[in-house]
Every structure is written in C-alpha cells, then in structure tokens.
C-alpha cells in the first residue's frame, strides 16, 4: 500500500506562486511515475504534470506549460509542484497519484493511489 499525502496549498493573488508538496510513504518500490492532478467545482478532475520516477523527465498539461514545474525529492520521497504566474482558473483541489504498473501517467485511471488534495485558491 502506499500512502499519499498533499501540502502547500493557500490563497494567493493573481501572478503569484505557491509550491506544493506531495509526500509518499508505504511501499513506493517500482512506481513508475508521479502526477498531479487538479479539480475545480463542477468539473473533471484533470491531469497537470507528471515525472517519472527513474530519469526524472517531466510531462507537462497545456494549461500550465511555461507556469508549473514538477520535481522530484528521491530521498524524501517527495514531489514538489511549483506553480508561477497563478491565474484564476487555476483554483481547485490539487492531488497527487501514483502508481507503481506500467501505463498511461497522464491518466486519471491509471492511479490507485491518492492524497486527499491540497486547496488553492487565486483571486483576480
């Protein structure tokens, strides 16, 4: 089992920035990539960026490309989002997922394991 847990989230004006943590314990051996998700109210819970565990590449969502940098702390086993230049529409609920098969690491079905989400919140 592996245990997912989300922090770093806040209120913040438009153009700031917030860092997020996610912070993973159990039994992480063989997970083959990391993502964060984001789900506002009303809508689909929908895929922001992922790295994959070995070589550390990052994939990220059109809607943030340029804005977010995901990152990767192997011996805190932890990953970090770094959001800049927040707009409004990037308000919602942030959660990290892993999993620890093979698959698609931008889908939602592809992860088993979840945090309970991290709050952000821009304000225009």
């Known amino acids: 089992q592996v245990q997912m847990v989300e922090s770093g989230g806040g209120s913040v004006q438009a153009g700031g920035s917030l860092r997020l943590s996610c912070a993973a314990s159990?039994?992480?051996?063989?997970?083959?990539?990391t993502s964060w998700f984001r789900q506002s109210p009303g809508k689909e819970r929908d895929w922001v960026a992922f790295?994959?565990?070995?070589?550390?590449?990052?994939v990220y969502a059109d809607s943030v490309k340029g804005r977010a940098t995901i990152s990767r702390d192997n011996a805190k086993n932890t990953v970090y989002l770094q959001m800049n230049s927040l707009k409004p529409e990037d308000t919602g609920m942030y959660y990290c997922?892993?999993?620890?098969?093979?698959?698609?690491?931008?889908?939602?079905?592809?992860?088993?394991?979840w945090g309970q989400g991290t709050q952000v919140t821009v304000s225009s």
């Open positions: 790295i994959y565990t070995v070589d550390g590449r990052t």
């Open positions: 159990g039994n992480t051996s063989g997970s083959k990539c």
């Open positions: 997922a892993a999993s620890r098969t093979n698959g698609n690491c931008a889908a939602r079905s592809f992860y088993p394991y």
